[in-house]
């Protein structure tokens, strides 16, 4: 059974998953390689990878909850006229072994983890994980739910990490191309590093470490790196409305570390940001997760860089930093 396959091949501790046909024409107009990314991050770092070798598309429209993604039958066609599928893990898009049990079936497409190897860290109501250990791929049980935080790109080692897997996919399925893959990853690894490093100086010197988030649980990897303290209306994206006692709390740290700003997302719960910012007097300020970009952002031309620099902007207001 290919599902099988599958998970033997990852067990190995391969990043890349199904038939590797190495060298063949690829499928795409041009002879440019065809890659279709489920979401913003790998959209945005296959096209600065690729270049002009590649033509990407995004699976899911801007605007979409990955977290609660129903498949459309005419995803796994799209998908299976790519010569390369991305997605970010097992634990993010727990629908991949479907593509990829449908699409294999047509065609030699590569589908790449690009987390594979990422660091993990577990969600707030698992304690008992160690952070750095995947669960490998889902079982067929309709009710997996992953125990791990599944945003890893917001960790700025992780995101070097998917960019090297993507690198090597593109490599694979386009080796005559593979200096100009290796140069493009490169030249976008340094700029991720650069801005690494301002985030690092720019939080260091702070009034507050306190990063209060009205939306889903998202911004861990984040807080992890530079030291933040993150707390959220929503311990998962799985969780259910915040109860009113779990609201009362927010004001009430609100309110005892005197914040004066806290932050929403458009895609959970915004409204709720907009109750606890009247109620407590504090301002607003957005971030982005990198994942549901709107079709506004989108179409506009942001970039993954270019959400990140508004974070950083927004996260040093928040903090009060020098
Ligand atoms: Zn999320």
Known sequence: MLFKKIRMIFFIGLTLILSCAPAEEPAGKDGRLAVIATIFPLYDFARNIGGDRVSVTMLLPPGSDVHHYELKPNDIIRVSKADIFLFTSFDLEQWAYKIINAAAEKTNMLAVETGQGAFLLPLPDSP???????????????????????????????????????????????????????????????????????????????????????GHWAFAYLANRYHL???????????????????????????????????????????????????????????????????????????????????????KKGMQCR
Not at 140 to 166: E, T
């Open 128 to 214: 008992e994980l160690d952070p750095g250990h995947s669960e490998g791929p889902p079982t067929n049980d309709p009710n997996h739910a992953s125990k791990y935080d599944p945003h890893i790109w917001l960790d700025a080692a992780n995101a070097q990490k998917m960019i090297d897997n993507i690198a090597a996919a593109f490599i694979i399925r386009d080796p005559k191309n593979s200096e100009v893959y290796k140069e493009n990853a490169g030249r976008y690894k340094r700029r991720l590093t650069e801005l690494d490093e301002k985030y690092r100086v720019s939080l260091s010197a702070c009034k507050t470490k306190t990063v209060l988030h009205a």
């Open 229 to 315: 303290r993150y707390r959220s209306a929503y311990n998962s994206s799985a969780d259910a409305e915040p109860s009113p006692q779990q609201i009362l709390s927010l004001m009430e740290q609100v309110r005892a570390q005197k914040l004066r700003y806290i932050y929403y997302e458009d895609l959970a719960a915004p409204k709720l940001a907009g109750v606890i910012a009247s109620e407590t007097g504090v301002e607003l300020l957005k971030l982005n997760n990198g994942h549901d970009v709107g079709k506004k952002d989108f179409q506009a031309g942001e970039t993954f860089l270019s959400l990140m620099e508004k974070n950083l902007a927004n996260l």
